[in-house]
Nanobody
């Protein structure tokens, strides 16, 4: 059974930083691209970032480029999202998701975690 468990969310002031983690199990983590998606209050799901199975290739939505960094540790079956210079508009539930194959870009996924809340407010 595929399981994805996010952690690291919380309340942070504008300009602050957070690091999200996603512990994966139930599949061969190193063989699949992974992605982060988010859902802001009252809005639909938005793709945020993706990473290839080996971690060498990444992609980001324009609104987070230069501020967020996706990475992974295949030895630990863990996905990360380093978020810097956070803005109130980054407030959302952030979900870790498994891609169906090796393509790291695009909003498709086949499994998603329960999510972690990120709130950016003074």
């Amino acid at each position: 059974e595929v399981q994805l468990m996010e952690s690291g969310g919380g309340l942070v002031q504008p300009g602050g930083s957070l690091r999200l983690s996603c512990a994966a199990s139930g599949f061969t983590f190193s063989q699949y691209a992974m992605t982060w998606v988010r859902q802001a209050p009252g809005k639909g799901l938005e793709w945020v970032s993706g990473i290839s199975s080996g971690g060498a290739r990444t992609s980001y939505v324009d609104s987070v480029k230069g501020r967020f960094t996706i990475s992974r540790d295949n030895a630990k079956n863990t996905l990360y999202l380093e978020m810097n210079s956070l803005k109130p508009e980054d407030t959302a539930v952030y979900y870790c998701a498994k891609k169906p194959g090796y393509i790291w870009y695009g909003s498709d996924y086949d499994y998603r975690g329960q999510g972690t809340q990120v709130t950016v407010s003074s």
